[in-house]
Nanobody, 126 residues
Framework: VQLQASGGGLVQPGGSLRLSCAAS????????VGWFRQAPGKEREFVAA????????YYADSVKGRFTISKDNAKKTVYLQMNDLKTEDTAVYFC????????????????????WGQGTQVTVSS
């Protein structure tokens, strides 16, 4: 099982980026994919998640209305479209897979996720 996050970079405030999370090595379906981020000196923070079968989405309040999570089942890839980026969005972004179902209240808990990929740096600065 390997996860590869990509698409990070440097962008000005108000700009957009699209992150991708590609999976390889899976032989079984998994329940959900989540995006988390971690800024220097801060704890890991939930950003968004999507359940693989139903396509149910979850968002942190801080990104609602600006970020959109989506998936491509055939490519086993999840995307995070980030619009109207703010300096406080600067962080390393990680994607993770959850193998087992979880209740909606657990979507934002990193403990619900089993496999983590390497992060991709997003820097929002003028």
């Amino acid at each position: 099982v390997q996860l590869q996050a990509s698409g990070g970079g440097l962008v000005q405030p108000g700009g957009s980026l699209r992150l991708s999370c590609a999976a390889s090595g899976f032989t079984l379906d998994y329940y959900a994919v989540g995006w988390f981020r971690q800024a220097p000196g801060k704890e890991r923070e939930f950003v968004a998640a999507v359940t693989w079968s139903a396509g149910t989405t979850y968002y942190a309040d801080s990104v609602k209305g600006r970020f959109t999570i989506s998936k491509d089942n055939a490519k086993k890839t999840v995307y995070l479209q980030m619009n109207d980026l703010k300096t406080e969005d600067t962080a390393v972004y990680f994607c993770a897979h959850a193998n087992s179902p979880y209740p909606p209240a657990a979507a934002g808990s990193w403990t619900a996720y089993d496999h983590w990929g390497q992060g991709t740096q997003v820097t929002v600065s003028s």
